[in-house]
């Protein structure tokens, strides 16, 4: 609206009429100027006048107390002009002021709306219905805002818990990567506390409800996101320390500028010198430096995988010291894959995998998915006689034999005894965190181990390579967070390549405490960037300097972070880097075109070489306002040509 109310202002503006030669005259032609020009400062102008005010009462001025100073300025002396008090006409400059500056702050907020989404996405993992007990022993449908302390709720295979509770009744494997981010489901049996938002997958549970509302655990990850939030949303942008400085200039100039043209006899002179003083300080080319440069990294990010939802996140990039990896899902796939496989005497890898996947064919299981995935593109043989051993494993018949397939619960029901070449391979596995199953054969009452299988959560291939890209972009440390024990987290550690004593490794970290890690190494004087994908990284990417979520990750991390990599790729980080500080060499380069313009126009404004007859009238000053604005758009331009796409090594 303010663009369409400034195009006949501008028209009809005899300084542009003389401009480019052309003349308009029309009844009513002089009321266009005053009617159209106070319709676009009160109404286009309102968000700087009412940021002005609030930055005045913080006393702490920026662009937004900058940029209304000039329009409230512009404006009174436009009107005083339009009444035959002046002859200061500034209505095509107020409103081509207000239209350009509302361009470039439409351009800085189209994230601020994104800010509470990590909340609503938290929200949302919480299922809408659940099924309650009645006291006759039936279930009966309800909301689950309608559940209270001490109900009884049915979870069924598949289906989220609906508040944090204690199992009463069944044994589950539960999903607790949304709160754990740990991607190996967890055995919980009656008595074993459940968290709201987690998923059943394998059998039906009762649990007791022991926390609703604001008490759960998912809701306390919610306020640690608001506050993480709005700690991070305090912190200035350059832009706006730049206007801070600009506007204590102008001021000064602003003040001796009157004095001086008083001190000289000439009060009409002096007044109409510090108005011309005050709306030439007004940043046109600064108000689209930063914007500009914003808007097209977004872009050209995007093209590579890269969405930048915080600007101030992308600013701070180019400076972090830290980054903080958390592991499962961003180091690792996330799911579990078959790393090792070892046979007993007699017997192959190969026969112990194609059996074990036999087996597990007719099993949901995420460890089953995994050994079936890798008995190969062919399949394993068909089984028979399919039967899931709650808590235990899984039993079948391949050929005519009985076969079972599960953990330590397995074995000492079934009393086998494991031979020593297989148990060296399982220990070594078990040490570095794999989830091992042994494959039995079953002949009668009697049992044999045929062999063992670990699984493992891989690390990623890309994963070495972005630490490796990181230190050579001088970042000082790398850092992983992990809720596995301290010797499955070093072996992974050494993996990747880290650094001892230089790098670091955060283990056995309980959920709520990965927000307390990046707050570590922010008390250190370190800048941390945080990258994970879990819901338990959402209070952490909130916090850190710059939060960066993988795309493949949860919507809650996604909403949390300033950045999102929409690959899985760990190297993306080194791409968001680069384009940080490439971005800010640009905001630097246009800051220091709109700083020329100013530090030109603002003394011959004032008049310093008025004995020499050079002044700065409002239309030449108009003329050097369009072309600093021209220049930091073309300058913004050069970043399409930035190539984020990481190295490959």
């Not at 303010?2 to 006949?8: F, G, K, M």
């Not at 796939?333 to 036999?358: I, K, S």
Request: hydrophobic share 50%; with cysteine; glycine share 10%.
């Amino acid at each position: 609206m303010s663009l369409a109310l400034t195009v006949p202002i501008v028209a009809t503006s005899h300084m542009v009429m003389d401009w480019v030669g052309y003349t308009l005259d029309f009844p009513g032609m002089s009321w266009v100027g005053p009617v159209l020009g106070s319709v676009v400062f009160w109404y286009g102008g309102w968000p700087f006048l009412a940021g002005g005010v609030r930055e005045l009462r913080d006393r702490a001025p920026g662009m937004m107390l900058l940029i209304s100073m000039a329009i409230t300025v512009a404006y009174v002396a436009s009107l005083a002009t339009s009444v035959g008090a002046f002859d200061l006409d500034f209505w095509w400059e107020l409103a081509a002021l207000v239209s350009i500056m509302l361009l470039g702050h439409w351009q800085e907020m189209k994230a601020v709306g994104q800010a509470r989404g990590a909340l609503a996405a938290l929200a949302a993992l919480l299922p809408d219905d659940a099924e309650r007990l009645t006291d006759d022993g039936g279930v009966e449908p309800v909301r689950v805002a309608d559940l209270t302390v001490g109900d009884v709720a049915l979870v069924r295979p598949g289906a989220r818990v609906p508040a944090d509770g204690r199992i009463v009744d069944g044994e589950a494997e539960l999903d607790e990567s949304m709160i754990t981010g740990e991607s190996r489901p967890v055995r919980r049996v009656t008595g074993d506390r459940v968290v709201a938002g987690t998923v059943a997958t394998d059998s039906a549970v009762r649990v007791r409800v022991e926390a609703v509302g604001e008490d759960t655990a998912l809701a306390g990850i919610q306020r640690m996101v608001a506050q993480a939030q709005a700690a991070g949303g305090r912190a200035q942008a350059l832009a706006d320390r730049f206007a801070a400085l600009l506007f204590y200039v102008a001021m000064a100039a602003a003040v001796l500028t009157f004095l001086a043209w008083w001190a000289l006899g000439g009060l009409d002179e002096s007044v109409a010198r510090t108005v011309t003083v005050l709306v030439i300080a007004c940043p046109h080319a600064l108000g689209l430096a930063i914007p500009l440069v914003i808007s097209l990294s977004t872009a050209v990010a995007a093209r590579a995988g890269i969405l930048v939802k915080d600007r101030l996140a992308l600013e701070r990039m180019r400076t972090v010291q830290a980054v903080l990896f958390d592991k499962t899902g961003t180091l690792t796939r996330g799911a579990h894959t078959v790393t090792g496989v070892t046979a007993a005497p007699g017997h192959t890898g190969d026969e112990v995998l194609r059996l074990a996947g036999a087996v597990e064919a007719a099993s949901e299981h995420p460890l089953a998915r995994a050994i079936v995935t890798a008995a190969g593109p062919t399949g394993p043989p068909a089984a028979t006689d399919f039967r899931s051993l709650t808590g235990r494993g899984v039993q079948a018949t391949v050929d005519g034999t009985r076969y079972a397939v599960g953990g330590p619960a397995l074995l000492r029901e079934l009393d086998v005894r494991v031979p020593d070449d297989v148990t060296t391979s399982t220990d070594e596995w078990s040490r570095r965190g794999a989830a091992v199953l042994h494959l039995l054969r079953l002949d009668g009452e009697r049992a044999r181990t045929i062999g063992a299988l670990g699984l493992a959560d891989e690390i990623r291939p890309e994963a070495r390579q972005a630490i490796s890209q990181l230190r050579e972009q001088g970042v000082d440390k790398i850092a992983m967070i992990t809720g596995d024990a301290r010797s499955v987290a070093e072996a992974v550690a050494a993996d990747l390549g880290f650094r001892p004593g230089v790098d670091e490794v955060f283990a056995e970290v309980l959920p709520a405490d990965k927000e307390k890690a990046v707050r570590d190494l922010q008390s250190r004087g370190l800048t941390v960037a945080m990258v994970g994908d879990g819901v338990n990284d959402a209070p952490a990417l909130a916090r850190a300097d710059v939060g960066i979520a993988i795309g493949a990750g949860t919507d809650v991390a996604i909403e949390s972070a300033g950045v999102v990599l929409a690959s899985s790729d760990p190297r993306g980080v080194t791409g968001v880097i680069r384009l940080s500080r490439a971005s800010y060499r640009k905001m630097l380069q246009n800051l220091a075109w709109a700083a020329g313009y100013n530090v030109v126009a603002i003394p011959l404004a004032a008049g310093v070489l008025a004995w020499a007859g050079l002044t700065l009238s409002p239309a030449v000053g108009a003329v050097l306002m369009s072309a600093s604005t021209i220049v930091v758009a073309l300058n913004a331009q050069l970043l399409r040509r930035v190539r984020l796409a990481p190295p490959e090594q």
